[in-house]
């Protein structure tokens, strides 16, 4: 069984810095697209970033330039700068897998971390 265990939320101020890191366990062959998403009351879950598994990388163009995923093993992180009020949200990883003895790929979430941007 895969599990993908998100940690680094938190409050930060207007301007500060946070890092989310997902890291995934399980009998995992391989590891294709990492991505993180992030939802805030009353919106629809919204692509953030993705990093796929040739390193080429994606960013909502309200996060470019401050925002950077990376990815290394069967973890990524999501060193988040420049922190906007409109950041909060809950931010969720997701990771495409193909399991050992899998004939197919299966994306899989994280639990969800709260990220709060405010004074």
């Known amino acids: 069984q895969v599990r993908l265990v998100e940690s680094g939320g938190g409050l930060v101020q207007p301007g500060g810095s946070l890092t989310l890191s997902c890291a995934a366990s399980?009998?995992?062959?391989?590891?294709?697209?990492m991505g993180w998403y992030r939802q805030a009351p009353g919106k629809q879950r919204e692509l953030v970033a993705r990093?796929?598994?040739?390193?080429s990388t994606d960013y909502e163009d309200v996060v470019k330039g401050r925002f950077i995923i990376t990815r290394d093993g069967a973890k990524n992180t999501l060193q988040m700068n420049s922190l906007k009020p409109e950041d909060t949200a809950v931010y969720y990883c997701?990771?495409?897998?193909?399991?050992?003895?899998?004939?197919?790929?299966?994306?899989?979430w994280g639990q969800g971390t709260q990220v709060t941007v405010s004074s």
């Open positions: 399980g009998s995992i062959r391989t590891i294709y697209g």
């Open positions: 990093i796929m598994i040739n390193n």
């Open positions: 997701k990771m495409g897998i193909r399991e050992v003895g899998g004939t197919s790929r299966t994306d899989y």
